[in-house]
């Protein structure tokens, strides 16, 4: 079993920075990726960044805005978020990917951190 508990969400005006936290706990020693994913209202989840494998993705709404990144002491997952626009407005989700296979699936991801970005 894993724990992911996401927090760092807030309202801030357009133009601003956040930076997401996402502490993972449990079997972790497996974990082989991680990624943050955003669910804006009726809408559907996507992913936004991720990293794994030698490799690191973002969503071309976010590129060079948005930084994905992982302490392995802390056993933290990190998405620092500048520049931010009303788009970006969202729940934030983190994920992980155990031995090729990412952990939370379907749609109850549990409660996330709200992003507000105002304009």
């Known amino acids: 079993q894993v724990q992911l508990v996401e927090s760092g969400g807030g309202s801030v005006q357009a133009g601003g920075s956040l930076r997401l936290s996402c502490v993972v706990s449990?079997?972790?020693?497996?974990?082989?990726?991680t990624a943050w994913y955003r669910q804006a209202p009726g809408k559907q989840r996507d992913m936004v960044a991720s990293m794994g494998s030698g490799r690191t993705y973002y969503a071309d709404s976010v590129k060079g805005r948005f930084t994905i990144s992982r302490d392995n002491v802390k056993n933290t997952v990190y998405l620092q978020m500048n520049s931010l626009k009303p788009e970006d407005t969202a729940v934030y989700h983190c994920n992980v990917r155990l031995a090729g296979v990412w952990y939370r699936k379907g749609d109850d991801w549990g409660q996330g951190t709200q992003v507000t970005v105002s304009s």
């Open positions: 449990g079997s972790i020693s497996s974990i082989d990726g």
